[in-house]
């Protein structure tokens, strides 16, 4: 599985990826991480806002920090 | 030494006088406010206006709205920025949100109306919407011909998202808590009771304030009064509670978190006290802003209820984030603007801009864009040069200028937008801005405002007519 946390590098960002860390290692996915730092390459993806959880190339979240559980229901493939 | 030392008092004087005035009543719910639009108001719920299919009486509004709504910090004004432009929304409300959100976001507006004057704080928002709408549409008309060779992409804008019912209530609460505590209107302002609190050493220890921090009318300097201390000490109480009851709120809420609501309550209402020493005490005043403060805060709390409550968490983390970054780069400003005054003579202000004359607007754009300040550190410095002797004009000239152009702000735009579409922006935002304050400043000293709205009228229609001239000729 790979997810994509995209963001500039603000705070929210960070927030995303190690809450996104954490349910990975609590659901114990073998998953591979990705942050996109790079303006350009965050939007070829349809977003309009950071900080953004993609999903094996699904854009799951955008502009918000989502709660733990939605992120767990995501990586199960829901 | 005697002058280090006076600097160095008239910065501590200014932080002083700054923290115990202007921050708890305004900038404490305006803070709030922010993380609210934040962590509640879905972005796509307004960026689904900007679409490519959107039509410009939709889109140029909206993209004003996203600026003051979503954008508080230029972390976030970057990838909105850059979203809107490549997304398809296109250079025109691109640019109009990239002029707006610096100037049009709750933070600065309520600090602006608090520390210079609701007047102020008016002009500013209806020039800068204007303005921007205005500068977006040149923009867009100046670069049609790129602009027709960039395909939209409109997936970004379709996703579906409404600002729920529960939200708008929720903030509603907050900006009439931010109202309430910061309006100058006579109902709120009446005494309802007095009372004396008997304290015999009041009179010293005032005394011995206006020693330390001397007020000067004549320099703007306001003295510190006891109330003001004992707010400062809040202030300082709030802060130590919110590093771990704030900084942590989104693993749990714990203990710290309710002491540090319920301290920021207390200092709210304790702000919003009237309080006066006299030869046998203090004397305490009711108003209707003490009554009012207290019981808007009581109305928030019903409400939590109807929130997630990881929504509440996310609402108070983000509060403290926008306090964390935003404050302290506040303080550090106030301060050398404190030892700044005790430089500047108040002859060389009013030389250069003690009337509003072109030169002096001009003068005031120049020192906006030359001079970088952190987000609204610009708001205590125009209160500087206002005290200074500044005419409302050219202020409301830098004031426009400032937040909308910095180097650094320039070279992000030109990046996104590339280097000849990022100069023309900087020249019209010098050239509106110089138009605003001579506007502002002629209607200041009493020009009628139909004279003025003729001369804009005609100002614009010049500029517009200008363009098109030039486009033509280039299309031959």
Redesign the interface.
Known sequence: MLIKILG?G??KCN?LEQLTREVVAELGIAAEFAHIRE?DR??EY?????PALVVDEVVKV????P?KDEIAGWLRGG | MDILIAALQGGLASLASYLAAHVLLCLVPAFFIAGALSALVPQQAITRFLGPEAPKWVSYPAAAGAGSLLAVCSCTIQPLFAGIYKKGAGLGPAITFLFFAPAGNILALSYTGVALGADFAIARIVLALSFGIGIGMIMAMLFRRDEAGRQGDARAFVEDAKVPGRTLLFVATLVALLIAGTLKVDWLAAPLWQGTLAWPGAVDAQAALDRWVPADAATGAEGLSLQGVGLIALLGLIGAAAWRGLGQVDTAVSRLTWVTLALTVLTLAAAALGLRVTGDGLAVTLTGRTLAVPLLCAALLPQTRRFDAWDMQQWLWETWRFVKMIFPLLVVGVFLVGVIRIFIRPEWIQAVAGANTLLANLAGVVFGVFMYFPTLVEVPIARMFLSLGMHPGPLIAYLMADPELSLQSILITAAIIGKLKAWTYVGLVALFSTAAGLTYGAWVDGTSVWLLAAAVAGFVGLLVGTLQIIERRKAC
């Open positions: 500039t603000c705070a927030r303006m965050i939007m349809p977003i309009m806002t950071t955008a502009g918000r920090i709660r």
